[in-house]
């Protein structure tokens, strides 16, 4: 079982940044990749982002780019969304999650991360 914390969510102004984090429970966090999903009302749950065990791999939702990036911490056991530059379609709830599999690909369906976090609320207003 791992459990999933996120933090950091907040209103923000549209232009303006945020970090968002994850904390993990559990020896085996680096063995899990790490992705960031969000769903703003009305639509269906997202992906964001993926970081790979070692963190040396990412990958960003396309229309995301240039604007978030992902990283993580095994230390620490932590996962970081660093968001910028946010406009007022980034409003959602912001879910991290863990995909157990063992292959090394970063994978974006929703289905197929095995745990999640309750999620972080993040308003941009204009």
């Known amino acids: 079982q791992v459990q999933l914390i996120e933090s950091g969510g907040g209103l923000v102004q549209a232009g303006g940044s945020l970090r968002l984090s994850c904390a993990a429970s559990?020896?085996?966090?680096?063995?899990?990749?790490m992705g960031w999903f969000r769903q703003a009302p009305g639509k269906e749950r997202e992906f964001v982002a993926a970081?790979?065990?070692?963190?040396?791999?990412?990958k960003i939702a396309d229309s995301l780019q240039g604007r978030f990036t992902v990283a993580r911490d095994n230390v620490r056991n932590f996962v970081y969304l660093q968001m910028n530059n946010l406009n007022v379609e980034d409003t959602a709830v912001y879910y991290c999650?863990?995909?157990?599999?063992?292959?090394?690909?970063?994978?974006?369906?929703?289905?197929?991360?095995?745990?999640w976090g309750q999620g972080t609320r993040v308003t941009v207003s204009e």
């Open positions: 999650a863990a995909d157990l599999n063992l292959a090394a690909t970063l994978r974006i369906m929703a289905a197929e991360y095995a745990y």
């Open positions: 970081v790979s065990r070692s963190g040396t791999d990412t």
């Open positions: 559990g020896r085996a966090f680096k063995l899990y990749k």
